[in-house]
């Protein structure tokens, strides 16, 4: 009987002997390999971590302590050892999230969050911990990768702070170029280091030197200064215990035995610890090691065997902007590239290749990335920030207050722009058309093809008094929608057929067809629309009030928050312009949706075709009826006055 089958919780670990652990082990990387490859995941980074899971889970008794995680996409193996081995619908509707998730289990705390946050939630659970007595712990594990980030220094900075709040980071390393030193000598200097012995030897010994005269501080000083060179030349702790927090590792990531040992002490310690983890992204799984690229980060449905693709599609919108900034650089020599830790997922590797000297990763820190854009555009160059549309929710303040305030001509590609799915609430990129609304000058495109992504990048790096955004969606682009003609900068798409059209149709980026399929719903009817796309849909066109006032009827589409998106901004520069037009806007509704693929969540929020001729047609039949009856009430109170 596979050992797997018999975990139903992390305590049935308590009876296995390493032997067994080390079979656990290798079970569960089959599992993976065999669960993903139907469904598509995180695979890479959960082979790297299923010892580490194991002797956390063995160390720590969750759901009492606290195991978090920073974003969650390495939990595959966290939620195997928590009781939940079905991966048939991983990351499917009604299926296993991709991430931790509060409503799988009681072992998830941290939903799906973006990276770096997981210090300062273990800071502040750490504090409730400590000022309600309570004697539970709390694990946090964060990749070498999110400590680039900001936010993570910032709660480093203010966990040093507290030396007796207990808190236990776990550094999970899997950098494949670091050479770390491991032996038996650092793992003791390590057990002396988060000895509380050792500490009360140390302050003994202070006291005792301070009161020597003399000589007594002198050398003090140089023994303490020993000590430190001494661990700094067999470790790389030194920034660490600068910031006063104790250092235990390298750890070998993939040595259970080593593992807990580490863990153990550290959680004995009564104080904030550092646990340093090395370990392999994609162990176990050659196609995996054998990517170069991001040793198989996420897959979609493979075969196990080779991992290759079970099947490809068309181009995706990703790829087609990666070609034209390749274009671009050829063109421009003040053309430079940013990215946050995304190279290859944002399309930007082919620019990098190209033009290595004019990309930069400034790693997890999307806030720095574009206050560097700021004075990259401010030196004479034209910044393009690709980054994923959920993650400029964390440059906010500094798109307003560094790049618009300054005026600097910095271009903002925003992939993953709208409903992406699967990988849940935190990863929709549903909010990037409503918060920028509010940053004055800023323009932004909503490509509706692989075309306008073109033309419509073009546009944007010609600006260079201004933020420019372009914004696109997830997975494969369609074919090409044309226009059949222009008013003012928008796009007609399709003509009404009449002098007097009821509906003016307003499409926002990639949900093009969509709309002219509600144009053709609308049509069987007996309703005529008039259909278009704004390409810029923010500043509003000023032929749009215009347009509007030559139609009973104003709906928007949006793949983007109803709450102050596109539909909003439109229905404020109408009443602006005096048009007394109705408008109903559809888009996004303001909460988190579960996990699902695109078209499920569409067809959940109503965002569909029919779910939105259905209305438009109720609209507009309701709008008949009132004028109707506003047509007998004049004929009889002329009647009355005859």
Known sequence: MPLLTRIRGPRDLDRLSLEELDQLAEEIRTFLVDAVSKTGGHLGPNLGV??????????????????LWD????SYVHKLLTGRQDFSRLKMKGGLSGYPSQAESEHDIIENSHASTVLGWADGIAKANQLLGRDSHVAAVIGDGALTGGMAWEALNNIADAKDRPLVIVVNDNERSYSPTIGGLANHLATLRTTDGYERFLARTKDLLERT????????????????????????????????????????????????????????????VIVHCLTEKGRGYQPALQDEADRFHAVGKIHPDTGLPIFTSGADWTSVFGE????????????????????????????????????????????HGAVSAAGLATGGLHPVFAVYATFLNRAFDQVLMDVALHKCGVTFVLDRAGVTGTDGPSHNGMWDMSILQVV??????????????????????????????????????????????????????REP??????????????????????????????????????????????AMAPLAERHRVVVTVEDNSRVGGVGSAIAQALRDAGV???????????????????????????????????????????????????????????????
Request: glycine letters at 8%; aromatic letters at 4%; hydrophobic letters at 45%.
């Open 497 to 542: 057929g009449t002098d007097t059209p009821d509906v003016l149709l307003v499409s926002v980026g990639a949900l093009a067809p969509m709309c002219l399929e509600i144009a053709d719903l609308l049509r069987k009817q007996g309703i005529s629309t008039t259909v278009v796309d704004p390409r810029w849909v923010k500043p509003v066109d000023e």
């Open 50 to 67: 299923v010892e580490l899971t194991i002797a956390l889970h063995r160390v720590f008794h969750s759901p009492k302590d606290k195991v």
């Open 71 to 74: 974003t969650g996409h390495q």
């Open 213 to 272: 005269p003399v000589v007594g501080q002198a050398l003090y000083d140089t023994l303490h200064g020993a000590k430190k060179g001494l661990k700094d030349f067999i470790a790389p702790q030194g920034m660490f215990e600068d910031l006063g927090l104790k250092y235990v590792g390298p750890i070998d990531g993939h040595d259970i035995e080593a593992l807990e040992s580490a863990l153990s002490r550290a959680k004995r310690f009564n104080g904030p």
């Open 440 to 493: 004055p000058g800023l323009r932004l495109a909503a490509p509706r093809d692989a075309d306008q992504v073109r033309k419509q990048l073009r546009e944007a790096v010609a600006v260079d008094d201004a933020p420019t955004v372009v914004r696109f969606s997830k997975g494969a682009v369609g074919p090409a929608v044309p226009a059949v003609g222009r008013v003012g900068g928008m796009d007609v798409l």
């Open 580 to 642: 007394d037009v109705p408008l109903r806007d559809f888009g996004i509704p303001p909460r988190f949706l579960d996990h699902a693929s695109r078209a499920e969540v569409l067809a959940e929020i109503g965002l569909t075709a029919p779910d939105i001729a259905r209305q438009v047609t109720g609209l507009v039949a309701k709008l008949d009826g009132r004028y109707e009856r506003t047509a007998a009430d004049v004929g009889q109170v002329e009647a009355a006055r005859d």
């Open 324 to 367: 034209e900034m390749v274009k671009l650089g050829e063109e421009r020599d003040d053309i430079v590239a940013i990215t946050a830790a995304m190279l290859h997922p944002v399309g930007l590797d082919k620019f990098a290749k190209r033009f290595p000297e004019r990309v930069f990763d400034v790693g997890i820190a999307e806030q």
